[in-house]
């Protein structure tokens, strides 16, 4: 594995995550983005480390980071960050029918 890329889906789901941070804590933010960053490094040297969400996709994976779970797909070359969501979300309402994550 060489490097990591992230979906539309989660390029927004980020801005979203920003947003609010931004709305109420900016160095909390910062230390968001770093730590996001640090995990996603670190999910290229063992794309395996995360979770199995078979119930959801056969080839997705998550990872949990301060409260949310950062789902991923292990490709040849590279990790596919798929989306950034809370924990406390209905996580399979949130996948069902998304042809976004296939």
């Known amino acids: 594995m060489t490097s990591y890329i992230l ?5 927004r789901d980020l801005d979203d995550i920003f947003d609010y941070f931004a709305e109420f804590s900016v160095d909390a933010g910062e230390r968001f983005v770093n730590d996001f960053n640090k995990k996603c490094r670190n999910l290229v040297s063992f794309p395996n480390i995360g979770r199995t ?15 949310y ?22 996580l399979d309402s949130l996948f069902r029918g998304n042809s976004d994550i296939n």
Do not use: K, M, Q
Not at 7 to 11: C, G, R, V, Y
Not at 70 to 77: A, G, L, P, Q, S
């Open 7 to 11: 979906s539309p889906l989660a390029s």
């Open 53 to 67: 969400y078979t119930e959801i996709d056969s080839s997705l994976r998550g990872i949990p980071l301060s409260g």
């Open 69 to 90: 779970i950062i789902f991923y797909r292990v490709n040849e070359n590279f990790i596919e960050i798929v989306r950034v969501v809370s924990g406390y979300r209905a």
